[in-house]
């Protein structure tokens, strides 16, 4: 949430921190801004709004080789030209931008306003600069350092001062801050790709570390003062992954890349002989795993859908006892836990603020934490016992796709692995599911003739305001699923059920006005799901089946039928979300919603 950009070197700073800024669009675009060092002043432009509407405001841009910038997710303060950053000291000496909140603000702005310090904005960002600004005369670090060590809560910051015209000292803690070293120029983002063009040499700052940066150097100290070594690695980011090429939104690039995800995601991790997981990262626990008796898995919205698919892979084959929790929920409720839970972490980002929360609630209680992981060196990544990536490439879209179902594919290899571990599963019916997952990418790519079919459905549908999800077994998460990325991007309002739940309230819901989609999957509940589907066609209500290629009777009761390929019912819940991907994608086209920046969202959420 907020992406933080800076500059340093010898080429002119603004469209280098403007350009940085778009790639972070997808963590905030309620309003925008940049402050510019000219050699003699801090010149500073704002805009609310998006990247696009800051841009119109820089027809005469201030020039200077030294820049900072940032795009806002609002917490405190609604978006407004006052609240948008960079905020600065009243004195104009400091321009500093933030991430995360400050949670002592009312305490330090009251003494600040005591001392005579007269506030602009609402934020709890200026009292940071206030903060520095009355500390500062003449080392900006100092300044910075001493201003942190009476702050409470997150930050992720990078600041200028009047005087320094060469000069960013950049500090975090509890949100995402890195470092761009180049060849006399130096960067700072909220995360690589606002420089992957530029460098690939990245510093992720640890907690409670500052940087003083110049164009040709990087210095990092701990909030203390005391110098630190920091560790400058190599990133393999292709940036020409994180364009949209010829789709015109993220959303529809991704879910076209889905195939090509889940296969880089299964490429070396199944044996030839389909009889073995292979999973490297887990060689050294083998035998902390083969001892496990619970699973706790802990994430937030869609990763979480992934969590409760898990949960009845695991239980069916691997006979662990599951429990499936919300981050938040979970860091606060005294969970019971002890050194034979695994806590599983899911996480696209690797930087939600309460995945990370309760890693940390996990490891103080004794537990091991396995995190599945999409975005390498996260903080999550860096903070569990043990890591599986998914190689699902950057995912830049808002509303998350592929993340989704390399994260149930990674799912589905544990639970193989797992139960061949604790001698739960049959290696014949294990050979059988490792052969069946290795098809999944082609599975996907036959989806894609039903695009038309789905486009018209969306035309048929996008203006009805109400919809209802149903399914059963792992066709209950995907309903979840499928109606959480219809209300984030097309705000029409939908449920997820377990359609057996249905009876016991959601069905008085149900009129010729209120659209079911329902999962209708082969498996063993597919003739329950009928039945279910009978009584909402008793009802008037207009039914879109999502059904396997040779469910032929369901095209006699469902208004619409979007077909998948027949499969395993595992195999099937990965299948069935592309679809409704696909059908939330296009109704929000129709309805000429900002797919890839839908209101209020943004694509990590890395404050509680
Ligand atoms: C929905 C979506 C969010 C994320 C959630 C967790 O499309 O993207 O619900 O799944 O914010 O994010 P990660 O997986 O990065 O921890």
Redo the contacts with the bound molecule.
Sequence with gaps: MCGIVGYLGKKDALPLVVDGLKYLEYRGYDSAGVAVHTGSKIEIVKAVGKIQDLERKLKNPPKGRCAIGHTRWATHGRPSLENCHPHQSSSAKIALVHNGIIENYNVLRTQLQEEGVVFQSETDTEVLAQLIGKYYVDDLAEAVLQALREVEGTFAIAVMAQDKPSEIVAAKRAAPLCIGVGRDENFIGSDALAFIKHTNKVVYLKDNEAAVLTAKSVLVRNLRGKKVNPKTQTLSLDPASIEKGEYPHYMLKEIYEQPHAVQDTLDGRISPQNDEVIFRELEKHREYLSNINKVFIV?????WHAGLVAEYLLERYARLSVEVDYAAEFRYRYPVLDKKTLVLT???????AD?IAAIGEAQSLGAKVLSIVNVPSSTIARNSNMVIYTYAGREIG???TK?FTTQLVVLSLLTVYLGLLRHTLPADQATVMLHDLKCVPIEISKIFTEVDNIKRIAKAFYRHSNALYLGRGVGFPIALEGA??LK?ISYIHAEGYSAAEMKHGPIALIDENMPTVVLAFKGRRYEKILGNIMEVKARKGKLIAVASASNDDITRVANEVIRIPDATEGISAILAVVPLQILAYYIAVEKGCPVDQPRNLA???TVE
């Design positions: 994430a937030c919205g869609t990763s899911i996480s696209q980002s690797g930087e939600t995945t808002v509303a998350s993340a959480l990325k984030e694509k990590s959420v």
